[in-house]
């Protein structure tokens, strides 16, 4: 049965083009977190709609990470004073290494995504698999999707490099939208191969989120010219001395090109 919540959630999503991965904790330590004010800050500026949700069971897999500096996603909410079902929910698998990390985590949060508590609240599930440096693992991704029931694969917006082949089979598995590998997450080193990204946007009928390495407004600017719907941006914000006016200026190039390139009929 068709759920009209679910069904507009990725319009929901892509609405503000911009998708703030913003880590209230991490494997790695605080040096990994914004602050939580800081984190509200980016969210409400930049006007996500999208909140990621990283593992349900955090404290008991990752007991040694929490600090005074440790949130949630209660603590965001209260923060940003707004309710839960203004935004849409990114369950998110990071740290995955392989098919069966990725499998045993979807399984862990099923019964979460279809919690009484969430009917009303769009919900994804941000998967990736990653190698040692940080790339995506385009054969695990489709792996892990093929093994999914169809109502999981309805909720899967993959991480993978762009290839037309793989981004085909992700379509025909039901994927509601993809997200293409840009550069080494981390690293600041912006949008490199635009040809070959602009051929993706151009022949896959398939939403796609730019990410990986965007670290300024006029990359982000630069993807939506390329024909992406949206950017997911992380650690731009985590690095940046001044996390909330980048995410400003992120939200003033985004408004501009929505002028110059859209148009409204009144």
Known sequence: M???????????????????????????GDRYCLPLKTAASVITISKTNALVIHLPNFKIEYP??????????????????KPADDFTFLFNTSNCKTVVDAEYYIASIKS????????????????????????????????CIIHLPQELRDLCIPFVKGDLSTLKKIAELGCPAARIWCSDIGKGKG?????????????IDLPLILEGGLATPQDVYKALELGFEAVLINSAFRYSTKPAKLALDIRKVIDSWEKEHLHFSS
């Open 2 to 28: 068709s759920n009209p919540i679910q069904d507009r959630g990725i319009e929901k999503t892509l609405a503000p083009r911009i998708i703030t991965c913003i880590a209230g904790f991490w494997d790695l």
């Open 64 to 81: 040694n990470c929490l600090s005074d500096s440790f949130w949630d996603i209660n603590d965001l909410l209260n923060e940003i004073s």
């Open 112 to 143: 979460l995504i279809y919690s009484s508590s969430f009917e009303t609240i769009a919900k994804f599930i941000k998967l990736e698999i990653f190698d040692d440096d940080l790339q995506p693992k385009n054969d695990f991704i489709l792996d």
């Open 191 to 203: 949008i490199k191969n635009q040809k070959h990204l602009k051929h993706l946007t151009d022949n």
